[in-house]
Every structure is written in C-alpha cells, then in structure tokens.
C-alpha cells in the first residue's frame, strides 16, 4: 500500500528569524485541519533559526536547506518538495488562526474553478500584539486590472493554491548551474507576490476568490528607511518590464493606474515610518501618475494625502493622537464588516 499523500503543504521560508519562528510553526501545527505536510526552508539562515525548527518533533514537519536564494527562492524550493494537492505559503514572522487550513480547504473544494483561495488579514506588531486593524480586499470577481492595481491577496502569507495552478505558470531556467522549475521567480528579491499572482491571472483561467474570515495575523515591522520603500518601487517596476513581454496591451490599458496605486501605498508606508516628506512626494506622483485614483477611491486617497502633510505640520504627540483615534474607528467598522460578512457566508443572517 502506498504512502498517504498530504492533502496539503504549508511551505515555510526561514531566514533569520529566530526571534519569530516558534511562534510561526506553532500555529501551524495547531491547524484544526490536520491533513498536512509542513516544510521548512531554511535559506542560509546565519543566526539560530534553522536549530530551533528541529527542535520540533513532528513527523509532518520536514525541514530543507539551501544556501540563500531570497523568497522567491526558498517558495520554489518548498513547491519542488510538496507532496500536496494544495500548497498554502506562510512567512516565517507571521500567524495563523487555528481554523485557517480548514476554511481555506472548503472553500476550495466547493468551488472547482478557484485555484488560489485567500482570507483577510489582521495586522499585529513586532511583538504580536494586534493593531486592530486588518487588511479587507475585495474578495470576488477579481479581474487581472483590479488585481494588478489593487493586489487583493494582500500578503503572501494568506494563499492555499491549487497544484494544478502552479504548474500552469511553472517555467524552466537556468539560474543556480542547472535547469530547475521556477514558479516565483528568483530574480525578484521584492514584489515576487504580485508578480506571480498577475501571471495566474493573465497565463490560467484559474479564478482568484477570498473568504471573509481574517485568518491571517500579518505582522508589521515599524522600522525600515525611505531608501528600502525605493527598492520596493524600483522591484514594482520590473513587473511592468517583465509582463510587458507577454501582455503588452494588458500594460497599456492598466499601467499608470496600478503604478499610482503602487505609489500612494508606499506613501502610506512612508507615513507608518513617520518620514512626512517622502510620503507626500510619493502621494504627489500617485495622483500625477493617474488621477482616476482620486475618483476611485476618494477617501483613502484623501487619508493618504492628508497623513503625510499633517506628519509634518502638526507636533509629535497631535498626530499621534488622530492616528490612534483614527485607527480605532476603522478598526472598528472593518471588524463589524468581516463578522457581517462571516455571518451571511454562513447562513446566519
């Protein structure tokens, strides 16, 4: 008798995150679903991580090793080993609640032409505790425009993707001395998300669907410079470049807008690093880039655009005092809209 497949494998990408990842692999573990393989991906961690993951006795974990290859590298390492017929990704410093697999696994069983099924997600800090507020996409008909604008899986740690879509998108190079399968692609050190996500949408018929539960803990890390949010920028770029050379009419019709929604939310993470000036030149040039963004989505734009001058106007302790109260409101209609939104899933209401 053959060995039992995993209905699903969790891929975990680990570098330098000791500080991290217990908590990670615990709430994986915890999963009320249990049909599932675990792979940790040690990408050259330098610091004592790859020693605390062996540290768990699990069978279901396996734990692979590789000299660094970035994200992407170490996603495609782990799709290379899975044995699952869903693969579902977490990042090493983020959480999952404990029925995540299992709402991600109905859903997708009930509906056969979703191939990547995503929830919301709730922002906590560096130290885990929660913000209050969460991410809330749009969760249906997601177009490969909305999705390119608006990227509506939000982060890479709230996907479960059917197999079969990642081998539609599965491409053969050359990169570490020999011919490997790629379906992230390596050379994106940031923004690979995006980029395989827009090439699902654009290369499959495969349909991209969210369920309303935030099943995702995603966390924030307050630090970081101007100069990192112009890498990620500069990164965002290469997706126009590199999916210019299959849909260039795709690039033509939704280019300048998903670049000024690329720009205002960089904006709004300069705003998070308290650096006023370089969010208002990044709000600037988003509104320049495409004013439909304004027309679009007013109040976000206008939240934007009013954080990032009030940053620099008003003294530390006034702005600090909008934000919370600020946060504490949205928070609060977002949390209201997921249970309403849960409820009538469910048949409640």
């Avoid at 782990?78 to 999952?96: M, V």
């Amino acid at each position: 008798m053959s060995p039992h497949n995993p209905t699903v494998s969790v891929i975990v990408p680990v570098y330098n995150v000791e500080r991290y990842v217990v908590q990670t692999l615990q709430s994986i573990l915890a999963q009320t679903y249990t049909d599932f393989e675990l792979i940790v991906v040690d990408d050259g961690s330098t610091d004592n991580s790859l020693d605390i993951c062996r540290t768990f006795n699990d069978k279901r974990v396996r734990i692979v090793q590789q000299a660094n290859r970035g994200l992407a590298g170490a996603r495609n390492t782990g799709i290379r080993q899975a044995q699952g017929e869903y693969l579902a990704f977490l990042d090493s410093d983020d959480l999952w609640q404990p029925n995540k697999l299992a709402c991600h696994v109905e859903h997708l069983a009930k509906s056969p032409q979703v191939g990547v099924s995503f929830s919301r997600s709730s922002f906590i800090d560096d130290d885990g505790h929660p913000l209050g507020i969460h991410q809330m996409p749009k969760l249906t008909d997601i177009t490969p425009g909305y999705l390119f604008c608006r990227n509506p899986i939000s982060n890479g740690s709230t996907p479960v993707i059917r197999r079969a879509v990642l081998e539609a998108i599965r491409f053969q190079v050359n990169l570490y001395g020999t011919v490997e399968d790629f379906f992230f692609d390596d050379s994106f050190r940031q923004s690979e998300d995006i980029e395989c996500w827009l090439r699902i949408a654009l290369q499959t018929d495969w349909r991209i669907e969210g369920i309303p539960e935030s099943l995702t803990l995603y966390r924030v890390n307050a630090g970081g410079l101007s100069a990192n949010l112009m890498k990620q920028y500069t990164a965002w770029e290469r997706i126009l470049e590199k999916t210019r050379t299959y849909a260039p009419e795709f690039l033509d019709q939704w280019g300048s807008l998903a670049r000024a929604y690329q720009l205002r939310y960089l904006a709004r993470r300069a705003v998070q690093q308290r650096d006023g000036r370089t969010a208002q030149q990044l709000v600037n040039q988003a509104i320049a880039a495409n004013w439909r963004i304004v027309q679009q989505e007013p109040r976000r734009t206008a939240i934007t655009l009013g954080a990032a001058y009030l940053l620099s106007a008003l003294p530390r302790h006034h702005y600090r005092r909008i934000e919370r109260w600020m946060m504490h409101t949205t928070g609060q209609r977002q949390q209201q809209a997921i249970l309403k939104a849960a409820a009538s899933s469910t048949g409640l209401q």
